[in-house]
Nanobody, 119 residues
Framework: QVQLVESGGGLVQTGGSLRLSCAAS????????MGWLRQAPGKEREFVAA????????YYADSVNGRFTISRDYAKNTVYLQMNSLKPEDTDVYYC????????????WGQGTQVTVSS
């Protein structure tokens, strides 16, 4: 089991920045891909960014590429999502998730954190 706890959401104006954190526990993450996904009420969950824990390779959705940065801290077993140049359409509940390398679906999810960008 992997337990994930997100923090760092909040209210920010258009053009502002936020940093989300996801603290992981329960297992070593060397064989995992850590991802951030987001979902608005009534909409499907959307991929935002992911990082392969062992190699540090990163992946981004086109909608956030160049504005968001995903990173990890080995010592703290934590994944971050730095979000810059935020837009109102980035308003969503953001979820941290973990899946084993090669798996199609995420197996473990955090509780989610709300990000609201005002215009």
């Amino acid at each position: 089991q992997v337990q994930l706890v997100e923090s760092g959401g909040g209210l920010v104006q258009t053009g502002g920045s936020l940093r989300l954190s996801c603290a992981a526990s329960g297992r070593t993450l060397s064989s995992y891909v850590m991802g951030w996904l987001r979902q608005a009420p009534g909409k499907e969950r959307e991929f935002v960014a992911a990082i392969r824990w062992s190699s540090g390779n990163t992946y981004y959705a086109d909608s956030v590429n160049g504005r968001f940065t995903i990173s990890r801290d080995y010592a703290k077993n934590t994944v971050y999502l730095q979000m810059n140049s935020l837009k109102p359409e980035d308003t969503d509940v953001y979820y941290c998730a973990a899946r084993t390398v090669g798996a199609a679906d995420y197996d473990y999810w955090g509780q989610g954190t709300q990000v609201t960008v005002s215009s």
